[in-house]
T-cell receptor, first 116, second 115 residues
Framework: EPEVTQTPSHQVTQMGQEVILRCVPI?????FYWYRQILGQKVEFLVS????????KSEIFDDQFSVERPDGSNFTLKIRSTKLEDSAMYFC??????????????FGPGTRLLVL | AQTVTQSQPEMSVQEAETVTLSCTYD???????LFWYKQPPSRQMILVIR??????QNATENRFSVNFQKAAKSFSLKISDSQLGDTAMYFC????????????FGTGTSLTVIP
């Protein structure tokens, strides 16, 4: 069964550094999402992406964050200048369209980001 | 704003027994979707079951079933014949159409199945 994959599984970075988290959504999916989960807290929405543009974003997704789909398969989340509070698990998700299960988002295994 | 509450941070169940995980939500919408996701130690978040609010019939998937009480805004997950592989974090999630919208998650329930 197709799965969403994410790399790396763990990333440690210094405060102020840029990080890029990568996701490969399920191949025929058209909608892409990033969520994060700070340790011990709930999973929070960051951004949704469709047709090569952001369709919705939360207040968490400020100017330090950006997303892109550079090559038609990868979907990336960039944090320009990481802060300690960016330490979290970051989940990518994707969903298709036009099927009976179209509203379901399929999640990747996450990238655990630690900012020191 | 939509909120999802899971009031049981941790639960345990004996293998082969039945366990129910609770979830409540708050919304003014009449049409929406509810989901249960499972996150085992491997971290892959896996869809367990989904429910469409306009369907009165409770969803079932093998050993997993839900008790959807729309008026009470309650969406509990029942796991029958619990297996060791059911040990995981379980998240309840809410989504309102249109289907491009974000999911709202609860804080999760950590379930341990005891041999």
């Amino acid at each position: 069964e197709p799965e969403v994959t994410q790399t790396p599984s763990h990333q440690v970075t210094q405060m102020g550094q840029e990080v890029i988290l990568r996701c490969v959504p399920i191949s025929n999916h058209l909608y892409f999402y990033w969520y994060r989960q700070i340790l011990g807290q709930k999973v929070e929405f960051l951004v949704s992406f469709y047709n090569n543009e952001i369709s919705e974003k939360s207040e968490i997704f400020d100017d330090q964050f950006s997303v892109e789909r550079p090559d038609g398969s990868n979907f990336t989340l960039k944090i320009r200048s990481t802060k300690l509070e960016d330490s979290a698990m970051y989940f990518c998700a994707s969903r298709g369209r036009g099927s009976s299960n179209a509203e379901t988002q399929y999640f990747g295994p996450g990238t655990r980001l630690l900012v020191l | 704003a939509q909120t999802v509450t899971q009031s049981q941070p941790e639960m345990s169940v004996q293998e082969a027994e039945t366990v129910t995980l609770s979830c409540t939500y708050d919304t003014s919408e009449s049409n929406y979707y509810l989901f249960w996701y499972k996150q085992p130690p491997s971290r892959q978040m896996i869809l367990v079951i989904r429910q469409e609010a306009y369907k009165q019939q409770n969803a079932t998937e093998n050993r997993f079933s839900v008790n959807f009480q729309k008026a009470a805004k309650s969406f509990s997950l029942k796991i029958s014949d619990s297996q060791l592989g059911d040990t995981a974090m379980y998240f309840c999630a809410f989504m309102k159409p249109p289907t491009g919208n974000q999911f709202y998650f609860g804080t999760g329930t950590s379930l341990t199945v005891i041999p």
